[in-house]
């Protein structure tokens, strides 16, 4: 089966962390020896942000309850590469005043 895409628009307040995945080894001295623990280090995760109209929310949360937190899936921060990425295992959902919404979660870049 073909992975699925996010499609909606996040917020300009969502915001990227850069991950290097490094195993450290400490030795007397200060001295230390580094080395990546994966073929592909640098690993991004995202704080993402999306406000609207409750019909739009209710259709994002259907998708990531269809993921189940399991599976992965792809999504284009605006204006960089397409990533690959599951979401956490949780989302917050705020309402705002009237039928408007805010839905909060962390996409986490994965290799597969």
């Given at each position: 089966?073909?992975?699925?895409?996010?499609?909606?628009?996040?917020?300009?307040?969502?915001?990227?962390?850069?991950?290097?995945?490094?195993?450290?080894?400490?030795?007397?001295?200060?001295?230390?020896?580094?080395?990546?623990?994966?073929?592909?280090?640098?690993?991004?995760?995202?704080?993402?942000?999306?406000?609207?109209?409750?019909?739009?929310?209710?259709?994002?949360?259907?998708?990531?309850?269809?993921?189940?937190?399991?599976?992965?899936?792809?999504?284009?921060?605006?204006?960089?590469?397409?990533?690959?990425?599951?979401?956490?295992?949780?989302?917050?959902?705020?309402?705002?005043?009237?039928?408007?919404?805010?839905l909060a979660f962390k996409f986490r870049e994965v290799l597969a």
């Amino acid at each position: 089966m073909s992975k699925q895409t996010f499609k909606w628009r996040v917020t300009s307040e969502s915001a990227a962390e850069h991950n290097f995945d490094v195993r450290t080894v400490q030795f007397g001295g200060g001295y230390e020896q580094r080395q990546p623990k994966l073929l592909r280090p640098k690993l991004q995760s995202w704080d993402v942000k999306i406000v609207g109209l409750r019909a739009e929310i209710d259709e994002i949360k259907a998708f990531l309850d269809a993921r189940r937190g399991v599976e992965s899936f792809y999504w284009q921060p605006q204006g960089r590469e397409r990533l690959l990425v599951a979401v956490s295992d949780k989302y917050t959902e705020t309402p705002l005043g009237g039928k408007v919404y805010s839905l909060a979660f962390k996409f986490r870049e994965v290799l597969a």
